[in-house]
């Protein structure tokens, strides 16, 4: 068996020192004989409202120190099993939109032909756009539309904003269905919620074939419930994973650029990502950590948490198929 790379050990070199590297993995520049790819993505180009996720990437690093080796429920141990580094950050061109998409979309395409995961810290969620251009063009798409599991307060289905502008990060997945990189009829958002533009804001979506689930609907149903008709529809085809850290309620996560009150709780999220085992992941991401708006770090504590959460379930999922 290959050497898998391991994080630096907090009980030999203290959280504080060092390089700020994701979970404390070796940074790397080039993701052969990886299999799942750390990575940030620096760039809030999409954002409409309260600008900051571009700084994302780099603070949850920074608390992603606190992550340890295994799972204490599943008792995965993602090191152990699955070759894993930190590809540091995509280029991004804070200036540009269009370009700063290109380059994000030719950087992680750069990663997925190596055939190693992706799980990507952003970044507001245009950056998902161009991530599934390349992943849906990999060899983890396998030539189909994806489908995609989306934890979020935004539907992020809007057409366009401020006289035209069909790019930003209320956008990305109407785009997405249009370029045909996503199939809507296997798609799932959780946690929606929050005041709206117009009674019929989510009609093409719906029209579309996309489950939207309330957040309403999941307090109603359960985390369980809820996530079981989630992986039916997602199926055995290949999907992404969205995590927008709204989706968490402001009060466990305020550091991000469109808070809405009445999110997730940090322990239901968890709970929810952990009934993601078996689901085929291509990719996956963690989005609108927004540092400037953080407290003590909470927000980007909570993303690092979730994307540890991801990278357990997708370092069990190279297992299955190594072992397979």
């Known amino acids: 068996m290959p050497t898998h790379h391991q994080p630096v050990d907090a009980a030999e070199v203290p959280r504080f020192a060092g390089p700020a590297t994701f979970m404390r993995l070796p940074a790397v520049e080039d993701a052969t004989g990886l299999d799942i790819a750390l990575v940030g993505i620096p760039w809030d180009g999409g954002t409409t409202n309260r600008a900051g996720a571009r700084h994302g990437p780099r603070e949850v690093r920074n608390m992603s120190s606190l992550m340890r080796g295994a799972h204490h429920v599943s008792g995965v141990a993602p090191y152990r099993i699955a070759n894993v580094a930190d590809l540091g950050d995509l280029p991004v061109n804070p200036i540009d939109l269009q370009d700063g998409m290109a380059r994000i979309e030719a950087g992680m395409a750069r990663i997925v032909a190596t055939g190693a995961l992706p799980l990507s810290v952003g970044g507001d969620h245009l950056t998902t756009l161009p991530v599934l251009r390349a992943v849906a063009k990999g060899p983890r798409g396998r030539g189909k539309p994806l489908g995609m599991i989306q934890f979020d307060a935004h539907s992020d289905t809007n057409d366009s904003y401020f006289g035209g502008n069909r790019y930003t990060h209320g956008t990305p997945f109407r785009r997405a269905i249009e370029e045909g990189i996503l199939d809507p009829r296997r798609m799932v958002q959780i946690g929606i919620r929050g005041s709206v533009y117009d009674p019929g804001e989510h009609d093409w979506a719906k029209a579309q074939g996309i489950r939207i689930i309330y957040i309403e609907e999941v307090l109603r149903r359960g985390a369980d419930d809820v996530m079981a008709e989630a992986c039916a529809i997602l199926g055995d085809e290949p999907s ?43 990719g996956a991401d963690v989005v609108e950590v927004a540092p400037p708006f953080d407290i003590g770090g909470m927000t980007a504590l909570a993303g690092a948490t979730m994307m540890f959460e991801l990278l357990c379930i997708m370092a069990a999922q190279v297992g299955r198929t190594r072992h397979g």
């Open 240 to 282: 992404y994973v969205t995590f927008d850290i709204d989706a968490i309620d402001p009060s466990m996560a305020p550091g991000t650029g469109t808070p809405e009150i009445g999110g997730l709780s940090t322990r239901e999220a968890q709970q929810m990502l952990r009934h993601l085992e078996g689901v085929t992941i291509a």
